[in-house]
């Protein structure tokens, strides 16, 4: 009985220490979890990510709208509150926030009508955050050419006669007009262009084009400018009557002394078709009217009607005209300068260049002067003057000259690319030499300027792939040359492509390009439908470049898209048959492409060209770069014309492939392969294919890196720390790569990660609970240690930092076990020293 109660005894208190036990470990458990968590409590965090005006350029009177981001960065829900907008010199504006969940945007917007131009400040206060935009609001600057006249000299042309047509062309606008053309259309004839060149606001540049007239007749003419259009009528006869013109007037001598006889000379010619009628010349020479007989004049013909005139008794200036009886508009008229002591005169007695070669624009042109004194008397030293196109250039001294002596004198001037050049000279030009004749003392000359002008031609168009198949990337490479003999400026390609009940259409840009050298412009389209297709790429259609041949600009191409056939090839170590499924998403395929292969099959030891499936309308920007991959050499590809936010690529192959593109794509959105957007804020979606058939996935390479470049802009906006970026890759789920600064310049930040694997990535901001989720090899202890446990996939993110209902702990498990083996094992071993006691 003893030992029956000594082993109830024994129980009863095992059974107590069990209730002691279970109760006590339970808290003991608790406080420990609160020591390792150690909690934040949870708040809110509002921040003003962005302000924007729309439009980001509005004119006075314009109504714009003014777009708040407000972004709750917190980890609890955010209370009402308001925010302090300031916009220029107006009054402050209140805008009501309302309650913003953790992670979410708020946009707040209001409307606002600028008043007058300048650059305003727009200022928004939310509780100690603040941020400011500057805005500027101008009126909008555009060209806007008229047709101010058309003519045509002369007004009423013969048949087989030069008629030469100006456009007196003016800019309205405010914007100085870039160089443009003119379109004209003579009667029936097909429409022609001519030259527009740039013309500053409220200037007016004259366009002229010729015509010769084939038949008599009234002929419309039509010339357009953008919108603005002009037209005239122009009647084509041939005279069959005499016309008499006084084609000259004179006085022998040019300046007659007082008081003595000169003779006054008309020249009449008859520029009719028939012989003239005896008529009369009238002579008005002051208040005197004198008559002289003109004969019958032959068609073409001409001849002089001379009088003679008694000079008056005193200096003077006397006019004389001179009209044919009976003819209107035949009157011709002289000053006449009477002197009592003879006059020098000086004349530009000749003007040319010393060289006989035509001139060609850049290099340097030189003028020989010949000025002569034609008078009675010496000319004192004086000074002329030179112009080109109507701007002043330079003077040039002219010493003392006797009657009937010459000098000659140089200067030199260097065109530009204009077409002429027309050269003046003014002798005499500050008239400190009294003359006889004061209107004699000029001279101009047009000169015709070799032009070196650029010619832009495409010599040829190539696709990549050659083949392509419907739903197939296609590069299209378009290269031009310029055959020109002077460079050419920056300039774009327009091409067209059409067939197979579709159509896309577009430009890219070609580089500046020296004379004689070639450059590319690429292009990417995806076909949907089999067949053949046109490709048509035009340069400068624009006509922006003024070339030597504007005929050669474009260029067509045909090709075949094809059907897309499944391999036969079963045996390649490519298709999706020997492929792990996990290697056919790192190579950039899907799941429902993974089978699938096109016609033009290739073995395994081929990088061959890229393939890539991500819709063109998602693919923001694409550089490839091209090199060989031989195991046992490292391989990098770099990207250098900086198109997209990876800077190179580089890893050690394992297996040796030919030739392999690595192409690059920056991405609008997430990738048509990915499922899911990764945590953490975006930065940029890229994919990066190596080659094809899978030359990306982990088998074929080893010690894969990546280096990008994120905008420090962006980081600033964002209010993100150099430390929180970091690189994720896709493969089957978002994986964190370990990510390291490795420079910065004035603009980017640059990281490097490590890979195993090139398809589908995210650049992002993240931390986990307040630590870099990239420490060591790219995840925190916590999470080296849960990944040991098995408790969590291979994604670094920290899932256990949310308070989701359905997480796992570990700690709970950890203290039901506790709980109930103790007890358990103390009932055991009770029982063991009893029955050992019997």
Known sequence: MKMKADFLSSVISVLLIMLIISGMIPGMAYAADNNETDPVDSTSDLIIESISCNPENPEPGEAATIEIAIVNQ??????????????GDEDSKDIQIQAIEPENTLLASFDWIPEKEGTVKITVTMGDRKKTIEVTVAEEKSADLVIESLTAVPENPEPESEVTVNALVKNKGTKVSEATKLTYKIGEADPKTV?????????????????TPKEGGTVKIKAAVGDSKKTIEVTVAKETSSDLTIKSLSVDPENPKIDSGATIKSLVKNTGTEASEPTNIIYKIGETEEKEEVPAIEAGSETIISHTWTTPDKEGTVSIKASLENVENSEKEISVKVVQESLPDLIIEDLYLESSTQPEAGKPLNFILKIKNIGEETASSSTAKYSFNGDSEGEISIPELSAGTSTSAEFSYTPGNEENIIVAVIADSEKTVSESNEDNNKMSKTISIKNELPDLKIESISLSPEEPHPGENTTFTVTVKNSGSAAAENSEIKYDIKGNNESYTGVTSIPAL???????????????????????????????????????NEFTKTATVYKETVSSDSGNESSGSSSSDSESESSGSSSSDS?????????????????????????EAKELATGNVQSGYHAKFDFPEGVTCITYIEFDPIKTLKKTVTTVEMLK???????????GKIYKYVNIWVGNNGAGVANYFENGFIEFKVEKSWLEENNISESQITLQWYNKGWETLATEKVKEDTSYVYFKSKTPGFSCFA???????????????????????RNLSGEINKSAVNESAKTDDKTKNPMGKAKVVLAISLPLFLILVEYFVMKKKI
């Open 74 to 87: 917190g980890t609890a829900v955010s209370e009402q509150t308001e925010a302090v907008c300031k916009i």
């Open 195 to 211: 030259k527009v060149p740039e013309i500053d606001p409220e200037d007016s540049s004259l366009v002229s084009f010729t015509w």
């Open 514 to 552: 020296a004379a004689g050298e070639t450059g590319t412009g690429t292009f990417f389209w995806t076909p949907e439908n089999e067949g053949q297709i046109e490709v048509k790429a035009t340069v400068d259609a624009e006509n922006i470049i003024s070339e030597s041949d504007e005929t050669n």
């Open 595 to 619: 089978g699938s292969k096109s016609s033009r099959s290739s073995s395994s030891s081929s990088g061959g060209a890229i393939l890539s499936k991500e819709p063109v309308s998602n693919v």
């Open 669 to 679: 959105d997430k990738s048509t392969f990915v499922s899911d957007p990764p945590l």
């Open 763 to 785: 650049i992002t901001s993240y931390s986990a609970e307040g630590k870099n989720v990239l420490e060591g090899n790219g995840l925190a202890e916590e999470e080296v240690l």
